[in-house]
């Protein structure tokens, strides 16, 4: 191995190679050529001259070149070689065109971008069991991974550099290639020597092969003497850096080569490439392969992303998006709705991204159950079940990623044992903004199948009140049963509708409202979000979840010691599901938006097409799978300031029905002097006048035919409710409030034809001003007391007529 003669350097300390080796001797004789070719083999001389040619042939070639460059175009700066030796110099240079490369990437819709999410990924490290410093990157792909630890080798092999100089010799064989191929030859050509020395012992056959792979080798060391060609005039100034700063200008200078190759190949394709005509609906119609229709989705991204250059001028913008919209979702499969709502949040580029990234599973990851052990701990007892894993990230100190396992992680005695609990990434950030404390009054309002609750239990260290509710009381048995497994004991489970939880406990410390969405985060888990969500879905969610989160806010205590917050979450990435249900509470309650806490994410949106949200939206978080590979979620937390409910609050639809239902229970007698029931005891009139509604209250449903005119009534008004279920809320139509003193088992009083019940009332009214301008006061007076009998007596009434009917019977 060839060594290099410690000159001008002073020796840093005695290094394991320099205290077995003594310092090399050089005899500069004027014939070592000579003396070295005599020691050579004959194959190796051929090979020498081979290269010598060659080389001359290069540096010739060059010559001409240059001299031909310098008399058409004259270099318009001068050299300054002072650049070429100042190494601090050209690396700061290096750091700015970086630095640029970065910012030169787009951002969309105000997001951060992915690329240079990843970037930043790529570089985030943490590890608790190995030095506590290892690759976020290795989340993402195995790809990544290996690019990360080939960095590590590299920035180490750097440092023992830099620390041993003893070591000088393995590193140059590391990165300065040129010394590699010295390097390789003078130990090949040792060997060589050797061997002849020996005797020749080699076989002829032996000896062919060997030859063989000799010329494979020369030709490669040919490509990299032709690459190395620029490098070879600054070899004499590099004799004066250190072998990294040498390795690094190389490296640059490559780096340089190759991008300039790279840009040069793209302008020959974007000038080359056909030009993108839009297809006509006969081609459209002949589409049968998806292949063709993948291009065709790349082909309209490319003309979308410089229109007027790219643009057909026949064909609006319009039309391309249409055309893009209509690929997708034949590609993708999704539903022509779901993709609009995507391509409203991403710009094509990004959602292209969105979408491909949708169609791959996230990595498998678990959450240790802190109560039980520690990660560390657990990472050891699962890598000698041969399962594969590493820390999740930087930002979360309990979970890990599993890249490979031998064993099902459901069944494992880990698990069993409840040290984890298997749970996606983005799962974990609710939890962590919502930062439970110990000896704190939590609720949980949507918490089946408890995966947060669980660790919001862990993070409260089992003390205090953990109220774990949910709607389902199927899923609750999943709740059950993990928090036996986990060793959770400061929990209530309860199964409650959400909207009405505060009317039976309040004055929360912190309060989880990980809401029912579309799931379309998670399209990878479920595809068939896809093609089965529709506008009235979403509708149904947004709805619901700004009436869960008026009433998570109104459990939450505004005085509370240490806490007062909420977090608000979905699975979902439509901001309908999300900044808008945020900024409805913002208007609806005493709450102000306040950082989550956690340290990546996308900023939420402040804007959305027509909408503006407040500027404190952006401390929400976003979370999409193809830019930091978790589920695609959402998180925002929510500080309670004022326990009062602001006057302008819009009465929440819940409130509404409940009100409607009191209205039913009126008291038995009703004083027909109250004001206050004259226009109840009007419409009931009204409404007794009318036979079908007779038929519906005083007749027992079995007796009614199927097609009468009462069931066509409930038919009419069914999608009379549908319709009234799109309504946004606060802008719903409140149901007709059902005014008989009963409540109507046969026909809901809400299904009620609404319009007829009026136009009866208005016809009875009309009645009314007749009769008392005919002066006929006293008929008003009997209508009204026959309206009170009625109205006391109308069970006596069914049972007189029954008795009746039975009489004659008989
Ligand atoms: C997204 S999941 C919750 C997941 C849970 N936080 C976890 O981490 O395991 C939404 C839950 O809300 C429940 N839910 C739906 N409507 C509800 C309501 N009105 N009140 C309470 N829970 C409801 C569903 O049963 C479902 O379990």
Redesign the pocket.
Known sequence: MGRKINLERPKKGPGRKARKQPEPVFTFSKNEDEDSKKKLSRHQVQRLKKREIVKVQKKEEKKTKKALQKATNPPANTFDPTELFNVEKSRQKYQQLAQKSKQQVPASNGHQNGTAKKNRNLFDSDNEMDEDDQPASKVSTDGARVKKSQMKKFLQQADSGDEDDSDEDEMDSDVDEESVESDENDYEDDEEVDEEEEGDEMDDDEEDDYDQDDDEDDDDEDDEDDEDDEDDEDDEDDEDMLPIEAANKKLRKRMEREQKDADDEMAEAAVNRERFAFPSDEELAQTTSLQDVHIRIKDVIGVLADFSVNRDPNRSRCEYIELLKKDLCLYYSYNDYFMGLLMDIFSPNELLEFLEASEIQRPVTIRTNSLKTRRRDLAQALINRGINLDPIGKWSKEGLVVYTSQVPLGATPEYLAGHYML?GGS?ML?VMALAPEENERIL??????????SHIAALMKNTGVLFV????KE?LHA?VGNFHRLGIQNAVVTC????K?GDIMKGFDRV?L????TGSGVISKDPSVKATKTEIDVQRCYN?QR??LLAAIDCLSANSPTGGYLVYS??SILPQENEWVIDFALKQRNVRIVPTGLDFGVEGMTNFGPHRFHPTMKHTRRFYPHTHNLDGFFVAKLQKFSDAIPKSAVVDPAEEEQTEEEEIKLPKKIDKRDWYYKDIIEERKAKRADTNHVVTVFQKPTNVKKGTKSNKQEKQSAPAQKEEEKQPAGTKIPKQASTNGTKQRSVPESKMNKREAEEALRLKKKLKKVQEQNGKATGFDKTKKMAGKQKQGVKKDTFKKKVGKVRKAN
């Open positions: 749970q799962s609710p949980d309002l949507c918490a089946a199948p408890g995966g947060k609750s509710n949910d709607a389902n899923r709740v409650i509708n959400g909207i939880y989880l990980d809401a029912p969405c619901l009436r869960l979905t699975c």
